[in-house]
């Protein structure tokens, strides 16, 4: 199975309201990072947390890792219209040069 | 940031001609590239890894005589679908790294549907 899962597959929420995602993953990782795609496009990268790290912020942005239940959540806080997109986690088990293993993603539908 | 273009965004094929999509890496040099397949509303299934100047390391499954990668330089990489398939029809995703940074820069996609 895949080494990162999201949940919810799916989430439709009211623009101002918080959106929160989860991204559970397999084994010990480097680090942990969030993509954003919208439809037909490339993905964007939102953020990077290290295996060192709890809690990373940026912008409306914050994501956490516990690596002990091997789970990230990504909040994107008062969210926008334009944040409607597909939103994926992704494993990186090396670092550098090494490959990202990427989650089957969440579509968020933020309603304005 | 980093810019990867892709082209062409959509290509619409006879079955049994070989398309080419080229990935380059605009204002950096791109040390690995990956090529993606990706079904609609499904995770991005990674089909080779390329480094410049070498031959492309391919996933499991994947048919290295069916999907030719070349990584020439550190700016350009090209996928050739060779004698497509309808069952080949899916959107195309390249995406680069620099050697020091973990984070991937991706091209825009390419549709590629074979009729």
């Known amino acids: 199975s895949q080494q990162g899962e999201e949940d919810p597959q799916a989430l439709s929420i009211q623009e101002g309201e918080n959106a929160t995602m989860n991204c559970s993953y397999k084994?010990?990782?480097?680090?942990l990072q969030w993509y954003r795609q919208n439809s037909g496009r490339g993905l964007v990268h939102l953020i990077l947390?290290?295996?060192?790290?709890r809690e990373k912020h940026s912008g409306r942005l914050r994501v956490t890792l516990d690596t002990s239940k091997k789970s990230s959540s990504l909040l994107i806080t008062a969210s926008r219209a334009a944040d409607t997109a597909s939103y994926f986690c992704a494993t990186d088990l090396t670092g550098a040069n090494s490959k990202l293993t990427f989650g089957k993603g969440i579509t968020l539908s933020v309603r304005p | 940031g980093a810019v990867v273009s892709q082209h062409p965004s959509w290509v619409i094929c006879k079955s049994g001609t070989s398309v080419k999509i080229e990935c380059r890496s605009l204002d950096f040099q791109a040390t690995t590239m990956f090529w993606y397949r990706q079904f609609p509303k499904q995770s991005l299934m990674l089909m080779a890894t390329s480094n410049e100047g070498s031959k492309a390391t391919y996933e499991q499954g994947v048919e290295k005589d069916k999907f030719l990668i070349n990584h020439a330089s550190l700016t350009l990489s090209t996928l050739t679908v060779t004698s497509a398939h309808p069952e080949d029809s899916s959107f195309y995703i390249c995406s680069a790294k620099t050697g020091v940074n973990e984070k991937l820069f991706f091209g825009s996609g390419t549709q590629l549907s074979v009729l």
């Open positions: 084994t010990s990782i480097n680090n």
């Open positions: 947390i290290r295996s060192n790290e």
